[in-house]
């Protein structure tokens, strides 16, 4: 009888004590201030499959044959929203895409929700970078540098590199 009543009391304190840091981090969700860039003032730009087949490339028409759709070279970051990396770069390629505004075209796709589109690509870990040029194939880079400094450093100088033809170092205005 002790050890039901024990048994009911470690119960009973567990469900309370369960309840109250469900409570404690649904007040804490809540009361996080909601983002104060609007979608209008993003640097770069959500993709669905359907703007892919129209901006980017329509696999479905010519699977085998690479035909980029678009006006300017582009880099599109495969990203879900429950990777650490993915959550620390976006920030990053934010202020990446900011800056190169103009000559390049920043997308985002969501894995989870574009898993068609991931796996066009053979997307297996995230994040994953896919860097457009104007000319030729496209080339997948995946994962970030240690430090904000050096993946920025890294955006940058394959956004120069791949999508713009500048050489290192000579980033003339």
């Known amino acids: 009888m002790k050890t039901r009543f024990i048994t009911f009391l470690m119960a009973i304190v567990f469900l309370f004590g369960y309840s109250s840091c469900t409570a404690k981090a649904e007040k804490n969700?809540?009361?996080k201030?909601?983002?104060s860039v609007s979608e209008a003032d993003?640097?770069?730009t959500m993709l669905t499959?359907?703007?892919f087949l129209e901006k980017v490339w329509d696999y479905e028409s010519s699977p085998k044959e690479w035909k980029y759709k678009g006006e300017k070279p582009a880099l599109i970051d495969f990203y879900a929203d429950w990777c650490?990396?993915?959550?620390t770069a976006a920030p990053?390629?934010?202020e990446v895409a900011g800056e190169f505004a103009g000559e390049v075209i920043v997308y985002k796709i969501d894995t989870q929700v574009e898993r068609e589109l991931a796996a066009v690509f053979g997307v297996k870990s995230i994040p994953a970078f896919l860097y457009i040029p104007m000319e030729g194939r496209p080339t997948m880079a995946s994962g970030i540098a240690r430090t904000k400094e050096d993946t920025k450093k890294m955006?940058?100088?394959n956004i120069n590199t791949i999508l713009l033809n500048k050489q290192a170092g000579?980033?003339?205005l």
């Open 42 to 44: 993003k640097a770069t």
């Open 33 to 35: 201030p909601t983002e």
């Open 84 to 87: 650490g990396p993915c959550r």
């Open 155 to 157: 955006f940058t100088e």
């Open 170 to 172: 000579n980033d003339a």
């Open 49 to 51: 499959k359907a703007m």
């Open 92 to 94: 990053i390629l934010e």
């Open 29 to 31: 969700n809540s009361e």
